[in-house]
């Protein structure tokens, strides 16, 4: 990754980003961050919207902890080889080559040094009303986005790569019923057989769906979807 100093501030990106850019960027991240706990599952990380001449419109992530040690570390970070933001960047990278839809990320941005804080800048999503909103609100409707979803499951699986919190408060639907996967910084590669994996992913959605009292038509759909022998089938792609 290519990585740049300005201030107190460290970017990692693909490519070497211009000094006006930079100096936007840390506009936003000066900016009161977006609150989603009015939505269905909300919380999806702090949240920065913006936009940034030359990139269009911009959201910011910035990490920070839950449960106890958020009492104490709200959004400090022990560095250990790569930083989340970094972490998060590469994967949206290597997702993206095997066709998932996700956000496109511009740069992982960083402040200190062995504790730090982290951000991660991406081009914004067309929508952001997430699957378990869009089913309240279209529940005659959610067959087509459900069958997008699978499919960006099916290639995570087939590649094994497991989303550790994937749920339908992390899947974007658009205006033209397309399906995001969002929120990777904890994805890892899956060591065990794909159908195990894919009863992981069953499982944790199943989990969100009946402890947030969302329609079981989500579960339903998605159990139908994926409900094959994925250890017969090849990779559909390969992440490098």
């Known amino acids: 990754m290519f990585r740049q100093k300005f201030?107190?501030?460290?970017?990692?990106?693909?490519?070497?980003?211009?000094?006006?850019?930079l100096n936007e960027l840390l506009h936003l991240l000066e900016k009161k961050s977006l609150n989603f706990s009015d939505t269905v599952l909300g919380g999806r990380s702090a949240l920065?919207?913006?936009?940034?001449?030359?990139?269009?419109?911009v959201v910011v992530k910035h990490y920070s902890r839950g449960g106890l040690l958020r009492r104490f570390?709200?959004?400090?970070?022990?560095?250990?080889?790569?930083?989340?933001?970094?972490?998060?960047?590469?994967?949206?990278?290597?997702?993206?080559?095997?066709?998932?839809?996700?956000?496109?990320?511009?740069a992982a941005i960083k402040k200190g040094s062995l504790l730090y804080q982290g951000w991660l800048a991406m081009k914004e999503l067309p929508s952001q009303l997430s699957l378990a909103d869009y089913c309240l609100e279209n529940d005659a409707d959610i067959e087509a986005p459900m069958h997008e979803l699978t499919k960006q499951i099916d290639l995570l699986i087939n590649n094994?790569?497991?989303?550790?919190?994937?749920?339908?408060?992390?899947?974007?639907?658009?205006?033209?019923?397309?399906?995001?996967?969002?929120?990777?910084?904890?994805?890892?590669?899956?060591?065990?057989?794909?159908?195990?994996?894919?009863?992981?992913?069953?499982?944790?959605?199943?989990?969100?769906?009946?402890?947030?009292?969302?329609?079981?038509?989500?579960?339903?759909?998605l159990c139908i979807g994926l409900r094959k022998n994925y250890d017969d089938e090849p990779a559909i792609a390969s992440i490098n």
Do not use: M
């Not at 201030?7 to 850019?21: A, L, R």
């Not at 920065?48 to 419109?57: R, Y």
């Not at 972490?87 to 956000?103: H, S």
């Not at 974007?172 to 994996?197: C, E, M, R």
């Open 160 to 221: 094994k790569i497991f989303h550790i919190d994937l749920h339908p408060g992390n899947a974007i639907v658009d205006q033209l019923g397309k399906v995001y996967v969002l929120d990777f910084d904890k994805a890892v590669t899956f060591l065990g057989d794909k159908n195990t994996l894919r009863d992981k992913y069953l499982c944790r959605w199943r989990r969100a769906v009946i402890k947030h009292k969302l329609p079981e038509i989500l579960s339903e759909l």
């Open 73 to 106: 570390i709200k959004d400090f970070y022990f560095r250990i080889g790569k930083t989340r933001p970094e972490r998060e960047y590469q994967l949206l990278k290597e997702v993206a080559q095997i066709g998932v839809l996700a956000p496109e990320p511009i």
């Open 48 to 57: 920065i919207q913006g936009e940034v001449p030359g990139l269009g419109k």
């Open 7 to 21: 201030g107190e501030y460290s970017f990692s990106s693909n490519s070497e980003i211009s000094e006006s850019v």
